[in-house]
């Protein structure tokens, strides 16, 4: 019976913010759809203190060793990307026992729809440019929509002349204004 109210817990939680389920050693159980898109930036790239890998097995290890209730804990991800983000996590004690990560990230900035049908801009080169407009260097943006970066800069030189602008600064203005 526990199983089905922490079902319902995570189905809650999906729909507000990006959400994982992590084993106690730090393998990804499940995902969804926001998180895996987001994953390459908060994975950790380098092993050590500060990592969410270290912050899944340090809760891990206190809740295996109490065997209590264990209070969320919060961490904060640096992704190399603006303000780090943050990541509260949950420790769920059923059977086979894992750990719930939600991620808060800042909203990406949406490219207005009447702007991107007005200069003729494909789903993808839309794509391109709301990572743009939040910030992203190109290799987060290949990572982020999974694409190449040769691709990226291909969906830069055809948006950069189809919005008529000269810079990735321009296009971003034109996006937020």
């Avoid at 891990?60 to 990307?81: F, H, Q």
């Avoid at 949406?110 to 440019?129: C, M, S, Y």
Wanted: charged letters at 25%.
């Amino acid at each position: 019976m526990k199983d089905v109210h922490v079902l319902q817990a995570l189905l809650e939680r999906t729909a507000r913010r990006p959400l994982l389920a992590l084993a106690t050693d730090g393998r990804v159980l499940w995902a969804s759809a926001a998180a895996v898109a987001l994953w390459p930036h908060i994975r950790g790239r380098r092993p050590g203190r500060g990592t969410l890998l270290e912050a899944v097995t340090d809760l891990a290890g206190l809740a295996l060793r109490a065997r209590d209730d264990v209070p969320a804990r919060s961490i904060s991800l640096d992704v190399g990307v603006g303000a780090p983000w943050r990541a509260e996590l949950s420790w769920m004690p059923v059977r086979r026992p894992f750990v719930i990560v939600e991620i808060d990230c800042p909203e990406p900035v949406k490219v207005p729809r009447d702007l991107a049908l007005r200069h003729g801009l494909t789903a993808a080169e839309t794509g391109v440019l709301d990572c743009l407009a939040a910030g992203l260097s190109n290799r987060q943006i290949g990572e982020r929509l999974f694409i190449s970066p040769a691709t990226v800069r291909t969906h830069l030189y055809n948006m950069f002349r189809k919005l008529g602008v000269r810079s990735r600064v321009q296009a971003a203005l034109l996006v937020r204004h």
